[in-house]
T-cell receptor, first 114, second 111 residues
Framework: AQSVTQLGSHVSVSEGALVLLRCNYS??????LFWYVQYPNQGLQLLLK??????LVKGINGFEAEFKKSETSFHLTKPSAHMSDAAEYFC????????????FGSGTRLQVQP | NAGVTQTPKFQVLKTGQSMTLQCAQD?????MYWYRQDPGMGLRLIYY???????DKGEVPNGYNVSRLNKREFSLRLESAAPSQTSVYFC??????????FGAGSRLTVL
C-alpha cells in the first residue's frame, strides 16, 4: 500500500519569495512520484515527475523537486514565487507498474501575496 | 484538441435519482480512471479500468458502477444518488509511465 502526506494544507508566501511545498510518501516498492497543479475550476496538470535516474527533477514554470529516498520525501520548490503560481498542488505516488492508479496527497493551497 | 472529455460539467440531482457521467479520451490510452475530489481529502480513486473489458474497484467504490464501453469511453453511474456523493468528479487516462491526463471535471450536487 502507498500513501502520501502533504504537510500544510495552506501555504502563503510573498511574491518573489521561495516556495517550498512538502511531500512525504510511503511505498513498499521503488516509487514513481509526481506533482500536479490545479488552477481554480480546472483539472489537474502535471508539473513534474520522478521515475528513475537523476533525483533532482525540473518541471514547468520554474518548479523543481528532489527525490530523497532516505527521507522518503519529494518536496516541491521554486526560487521566486509569482502571482500566477497561486493554485492547489498535489503530490502523488505510484508503484510504477502502470496497472494501478496514483495515490494523491490531500493537497496544499498556495497563496501568493503581492 | 486531443485529451479527456467529460460530460456534463455541472449537474444537480435530488436524493435517489440516478445519473451517468460520461468520459471519453482520444489518445488511444489503455487505462482509465474515475476520481472524486473533496475539500481537504485530495483525489480518491473510485474505479479504474486497466484495459478495455476490465474494471476494478478503487478506494471509494460504494454507490457507484462503471462501464468500459470501448477503449475510448469509461462511464460512471450513480444508481441512487446520496448527498455524500456531492463532489467534483475527474476522469483520467494513461498509457505507460503513469502520467495521467485529466479531464476538466464534473461538479455534482445532490440535494
Amino acid at each position: 500500500a502507498q500513501s502520501v502526506t502533504q504537510l500544510g494544507s495552506h501555504v502563503s508566501v510573498s511574491e518573489g519569495a521561495l516556495v517550498l511545498l512538502r511531500c512525504n510518501y510511503s511505498s513498499s516498492v521503488p516509487p514513481y512520484l509526481f506533482w500536479y497543479v490545479q488552477y481554480p475550476n480546472q483539472g489537474l496538470q502535471l508539473l513534474l515527475k520522478y521515475t528513475t535516474g537523476a533525483t533532482l527533477v525540473k518541471g514547468i514554470n520554474g518548479f523543481e523537486a528532489e527525490f530523497k529516498k532516505s527521507e522518503t520525501s519529494f518536496h516541491l520548490t521554486k526560487p521566486s514565487a509569482h502571482m500566477s503560481d497561486a493554485a492547489e498542488y498535489f503530490c502523488a505516488v505510484s508503484d510504477g507498474e502502470g496497472r494501478r492508479a496514483l495515490t494523491f496527497g490531500s493537497g496544499t493551497r498556495l497563496q501568493v501575496q503581492p | 484538441n486531443a485529451g479527456v472529455t467529460q460530460t456534463p460539467k455541472f449537474q444537480v440531482l435530488k436524493t435517489g435519482q440516478s445519473m451517468t457521467l460520461q468520459c471519453a479520451q482520444d489518445m488511444n490510452h489503455n487505462s482509465m480512471y474515475w476520481y472524486r475530489q473533496d475539500p481537504g481529502m485530495g483525489l480518491r480513486l473510485i474505479y479504474y479500468s486497466a484495459s478495455e473489458g476490465t474494471t476494478d474497484k478503487g478506494e471509494v467504490p460504494n454507490g457507484y458502477n462503471v462501464s468500459r464501453l470501448n477503449k475510448r469511453e469509461f462511464s460512471l453511474r450513480l444508481e441512487s444518488a446520496a448527498p455524500s456523493q456531492t463532489s467534483v468528479y475527474f476522469c483520467a487516462s494513461v498509457f505507460g509511465a503513469n502520467v495521467l491526463t485529466f479531464g476538466a471535471g464534473s461538479r455534482l450536487t445532490v440535494l
